[in-house]
């Protein structure tokens, strides 16, 4: 397993690079980098772009200083000192070459140096460190609702395959599933949120105004208060997912020939299903939840976080994309590809750990 185990984690360096690589490569294509963001905004709204990239020390001019200076290749970049267009080329980096500057990217990410922001003047790694509440609510709260509902669910179903129990749940569950979670935010608002009806529940942020000031069993009824709406428009694809996997896992698993054997000994049919079915049934479920974990921690809802005014880790991937701050846009990739590819690991050891049967190494050299 030692070597196994070395093996992946060499591999992880080549497929690090080749994510970044081709992210790297695509984004020299893609137009509006952060230079033209700064021309738009400063053609269109005076100097205010100036002092947000100056950040009120360095500027590189007033609107007085651009005259009628030569074209520049920049869109809307006509009328602009050239001078100042290669200031603003240095501040972002642009003045050297692609390959260089992704060089230059890599060895700072190796490092766990991600730079700043363009546009905040903030460390991009306390930036993401900020947006880290919010998604840690929403990822760790939806990953244990899902499996403390769909599993026993799951199972229920299993065993009552096809009776009407089995078929109206699973209509039920079919619906959660198709009916995307924004609408269901949406619809929960106009309900329980001061939309057209009740104002039982608030809309904005994780806490109250006031929750310093609350006891720890109101700031924990604060927190959770807050929490109610989005949790269940976000949970409802997840709880209907892991549920039909329960299901469909135990179904295989008892119709095996052991469970018969079991039977045929005399056991109960309880002894049957959580002696010897739960473990095997379960193999899949046990093995899959640190992936589980790891993309409900990490894919917190964009639409979802706005509608209830969250600002978590999905606003911040789509603002950065939008207004191209590329050190936020990378680091964020490179943080959840290097944890992806951990975790897929963690996952194929787990696997070995609940069934020993299994041997990754010798599946390799086969």
């Not at 079919?174 to 995307?180: E, H, L």
């Amino acid at each position: 397993m030692g070597s196994y185990i070395l093996r992946r984690l060499l591999l992880m360096i080549p497929t690090v690079i080749g994510i970044m690589a081709i992210s790297f490569a695509v984004i020299q294509f893609a137009p509006g980098g952060p230079v033209e963001q700064v021309i738009a905004e400063l053609t269109g709204q005076g100097d205010s772009a100036i002092d947000r990239i100056a950040g009120g020390g360095d500027t590189f001019g007033t609107e007085q200083d651009f005259g009628d200076s030569a074209s520049s290749t920049y869109r809307g970049a006509q009328g602009l000192d050239p001078e100042f267009i290669k200031k603003l080329e240095a501040q972002f980096g642009f003045d050297k070459p692609p390959l260089e500057r992704f060089l230059a990217m890599m060895w700072d990410y190796i490092r766990f140096d991600f730079g700043e922001s363009y546009f905040r003047s903030v460390s991009v790694l306390d930036l993401i460190i900020e947006k880290l509440p919010v998604s840690i609510s929403l990822g760790v709260w939806i990953l244990l609702l899902s499996y403390i509902i769909s599993i026993p669910l799951g199972i229920k179903k299993a065993v009552s395959d096809g009776s009407r129990f089995d078929v109206w749940t699973s209509g039920l569950i079919i619906v959660a599933y198709a009916v995307p979670g924004f609408l269901v935010g949406i619809l929960l608002i106009v309900l329980f949120a001061g939309g057209s009806f009740l104002d039982w529940f608030p809309l904005r942020g994780l806490t109250s105004d006031n929750f310093a000031e609350l006891s720890l069993f109101g700031k924990i009824v604060d927190y959770f208060w807050h929490l109610a709406l989005p949790l269940i428009a976000l949970s409802l694809s997840a709880f209907a997912t892991t549920t039909l996997l329960t299901k469909n896992s135990f179904i295989d698993e008892i119709r095996k020939q052991y469970v018969t054997t079991a039977r045929a000994k005399g056991l109960t049919e309880s002894q049957v299903l959580y002696r010897h079915v739960f473990r095997n049934a379960m193999l899949i479920i046990i093995a899959g939840f640190p992936g589980a974990f790891i993309t409900a921690f990490f894919s917190g809802s964009l639409l979802i976080e706005t509608i209830f005014s969250l600002d978590g880790l999905g606003r911040l991937g789509f603002e950065s994309v939008i207004r191209r701050d590329y050190p936020v846009v990378f680091a964020t990739l490179f943080i959840f590809s290097l944890m992806g590819l951990v975790v897929g690991l963690i996952s194929d050891l787990v696997y070995t750990w609940v069934d020993p049967r299994i041997d990754f190494e010798k599946r390799d050299v086969g």
